[in-house]
């Protein structure tokens, strides 16, 4: 049996023991077996009156087994056993050494609650708080405590031979703010009592909170826009809660991604702003029980920028003309109708004002974007200057305004609008001529060839006035076959002009032609002129 016993206070212990006699002898039936100390005697098997000591095994059966009920500090000590029969024996060999600790100084002993594990949020879960074993016919009281709401709870027992293990099992729906929490189960026997506890793993989808520093008072759950200064910096947080960590993102409206991480919070740091950073900024978090997503808005304040003039006028193609660049210049034809739009980009909304430039002064002639120009004469230059303030600052711009007459208004050469008009009918005319010229050069060719075909085909005097070449007989040479054709040598077939003569050597028939066409006409003979000068005679006297 076992040597040494620990057993805490006010529980019980079952104490398995079992003897033998010497050989020869037999137990009989009424063999009683007692339990006792080395100073006091604590239970017989003869004894009908219940204690908290209890000899639970057959004597006569050589089974001596105890059981402790309700053990006290001062049940500790040394017991034996002694058999009491037709023989009587004490047993040194079954003498345990029982130790009756304070309640609860032993782990194992303790109560604990299980499953110790992380539970979904929104999801049912039950719990059980397991006492340790504790003698039969005495049921502990279990008591929980914690943040969570109990919806059911319940009490079972596992009885063993001599002992039972009591059970409590709790039913509950956990929620995000359950995470972290400690529950508490208790479990009382008398006067006595244990605890235990865990700390609750809720786990939650993440939500979300948007800040700025030093702009707390301007961001609310309804309202997420923020104007800032240009050139500024500032930090936007976006401070994630959930179980487990989430991802976190900021990004543009259009999806661009600026940075992210896996932790609780990410910043989005904005350096010396401009109208780039002016846009909507998304913060995005999730993790494996869902997501979501904030935003928020920056819109910018900031001066005057691009001032622009843009001309209006009454030409026909109501043509509108706009600068951006600075000392511009517009000629207008007299009795012109001439306005001019300022406009500046700014925010807020600048106050916009006409100066005109004259050669010795300057003049505010107006504090509208519109401008009605009017009185100028031919040959006039005025200067024109638009200017945009507000509270961060100003921007301008120029124009020079010259009136001409309408006559040298024509003169001017034609702008782009002007040419857009022009350039059609002009390529249409081009087309034309080109047609024009491809079709006289045809027709040219057409004349020269005609007369080259002329000059080598056609008859020329009376031998061939009347013949064509379907009456030559077959075998004879046309007379324009150069093969057949030749040209008498100098000074041989010449006719007394001078013309070259043609002969063909036909085989039936020979012609001989002459042809004047190649002939340059003689010129005719100058008529002799007679001068006369008039002579004078001096009579010479002798």
């Given at each position: 049996m076992q040597k040494h016993v620990t057993v805490q206070k006010g529980l019980c212990v079952h104490i398995p023991c079992h003897f033998t006699v010497p050989k020869g002898e037999i137990l009989s039936p009424t063999a009683t077996g007692i339990w006792s100390t080395y100073r006091t005697k604590l239970v017989s098997s003869a004894d009908s009156k219940k204690?908290?000591?209890?000899?639970?095994?057959?004597?006569?059966?050589?089974?001596?087994?105890?059981?402790?009920?309700?053990?006290?500090?001062?049940?500790?000590?040394?017991?034996?056993?002694?058999?009491?029969?037709?023989?009587?024996?004490?047993?040194?060999?079954?003498?345990?050494?029982?130790?009756?600790?304070?309640?609860?100084?032993?782990?194992?002993?303790?109560?604990?609650?299980?499953?110790?594990?992380?539970?979904?949020?929104?999801?049912?879960?039950?719990?059980?708080?397991?006492?340790?074993?504790?003698?039969?016919?005495?049921?502990?009281?279990?008591?929980?405590?914690?943040?969570?709401?109990?919806?059911?709870?319940?009490?079972?027992?596992?009885?063993?031979?001599?002992?039972?293990?009591?059970?409590?099992?709790?039913?509950?729906?956990?929620?995000?703010?359950?995470?972290?929490?400690?529950?508490?189960?208790?479990?009382?026997?008398?006067?006595?009592?244990a605890i235990t506890s865990i700390i609750l793993d809720v786990e939650y989808p993440p939500s979300m909170n948007i800040t700025m520093p030093g702009y707390e008072r301007l961001l609310t759950q309804e309202n997420k826009s923020v104007t800032v200064i240009e050139g500024e910096s500032l930090n936007i947080w976006c401070t994630v809660t959930s179980n487990p960590m989430a991802n976190v993102t900021w990004s543009t409206e259009d999806g661009l991604i600026l940075s992210t991480t896996i932790n609780k919070s990410l910043t989005l740091a904005l350096r010396n702003i401009s109208l780039s950073n002016a846009a909507t900024y998304r913060c995005l978090a999730w993790n494996s029980h869902g997501n979501t997503n904030d935003s928020i808005t920056l819109s910018l304040e900031y001066p005057p920028k691009e001032a622009t003039i843009c001309i209006y006028k009454s030409n026909p193609d109501g043509l509108l003309d706009c600068y951006f660049e600075e000392n511009s210049f517009e000629e207008v034809e007299e009795g012109t109708s001439l306005s001019l739009l300022c406009t500046a980009k700014s925010n807020p909304t600048s106050n916009v004002s006409w100066i005109r430039h004259g050669q010795t002064n300057i003049q505010n002639i107006s504090a509208k974007q519109l401008l009605n120009v009017t009185q100028m004469g031919v040959g006039s230059t005025e200067v024109y200057i638009c200017w945009a303030e507000n509270k961060y600052g100003q921007a301008n711009r120029s124009i020079t305004i010259k009136v001409t007459s309408a006559t040298k208004q024509q003169q001017k050469p034609p702008g782009i609008m002007s040419a857009l008009f022009v350039v059609p009918p002009l390529v249409i005319v081009l087309l034309l001529i080109s047609a024009f010229i491809m079709i006289r050069n045809k027709r040219r060719k057409q004349l020269l060839h005609n007369d080259k075909k002329q000059t080598t085909s056609t008859p020329v005097n009376d031998c061939d006035a009347h013949k064509t070449y379907e009456e030559i007989p077959q075998g004879s040479s046309s007379p324009t076959d150069n093969t057949d054709l030749e040209i008498a040598p100098k000074d041989e077939n010449l006719s007394e002009d001078g013309a070259p003569i043609y002969i063909n050597y036909g085989e039936d028939l020979q012609y001989a032609c002459i042809h004047f066409s190649h002939l340059k006409p003689n010129d005719s003979p100058e008529k002799e002129e007679v001068e006369y000068s008039e002579i004078q005679c001096k009579s010479q006297i002798l």
């Open positions: 204690t908290r000591f209890t000899l639970t095994g057959e004597v006569s059966k050589g089974d001596c087994s105890l059981l402790i009920n309700e053990a006290k500090l001062e049940d500790t000590g040394t017991y034996k056993f002694r058999l009491e029969d037709t023989l009587s024996y004490t047993y040194n060999s079954i003498q345990p050494n029982i130790k009756v600790t304070d309640l609860w100084n032993i782990s194992k002993k303790e109560p604990y609650i299980s499953p110790n594990r992380s539970m979904a949020a929104g999801e049912e879960v039950m719990l059980t708080c397991t006492a340790p074993e504790w003698c039969t016919g005495i049921a502990p009281v279990f008591t929980w405590k914690g943040s969570i709401r109990i919806t059911e709870t319940r009490t079972n027992a596992l009885l063993h031979p001599y002992t039972s293990t009591y059970m409590s099992n709790i039913t509950f729906t956990p929620s995000q703010q359950d995470h972290n929490t400690s529950l508490i189960c208790t479990v009382t026997y008398g006067q006595v009592s």
